[in-house]
């Protein structure tokens, strides 16, 4: 009889440790952060200070070709510059790229909000889509392109994210032909 109630004990106390050790591994896969990623954790504030690349720095300006390209940075320089207060590099022109813009700080969502609503306030453009991806914000425009002669999507591109390499200070106006 004895060895039938040490079983018994000796099957509980099994199976309560199995349970604590089930509920603590739950608990950690549900999201409760283990004392080595509380150290991982980044507050808003300790992210200002982390240093990053200063892409505008070393940016060389360069001109824009001539006829769409030079019509569009007329337009996007005067939109970043209001946005940005101060002056965005083009450091990029050419084929599907047509501009290519560096600014002095990080882009945030709200910059790209702000673009945004310039750009369609801005005569002559017409937003047709907003979209983009983890890293991007972009606008699908009509516009220029048409009184320049040109057939394709424009597109504007503002990094808000470091992610595939690009940085999160860079703005492109893309031409998709058709």
Known sequence: MREKILIIALGAVLLLA?????????????GEP?????????????????????YYKGAEEVSPEEGLAT???NDFREILEKVFE????????????LLSYVVKRPITNDDASRIKGLVEMKE??????VGGKDD???LKLLGKMEE???????????????????????IEV???EK
């Open 18 to 30: 199995g349970g604590w050790y089930y509920y603590f591994q739950m608990e950690a896969e549900d």
């Open 34 to 54: 283990s004392k080595e990623k509380e150290e991982d954790i980044v507050s808003p504030e300790e992210e200002e200070k982390i240093e990053r690349k200063d």
């Open 71 to 73: 019509a569009l940075d």
């Open 86 to 97: 101060g002056e965005p590099k083009l450091t990029d022109t050419g084929d599907m790229t």
């Open 124 to 129: 002559g453009y017409n937003i047709e889509g």
């Open 136 to 138: 991007y914000y972009e």
């Open 148 to 170: 320049e002669g040109y057939e394709g999507d424009l597109r504007v591109r503002i990094y808000t994210k470091e992610e595939r390499g690009e940085n999160v200070q860079k």
């Open 174 to 176: 893309l031409l998709f």
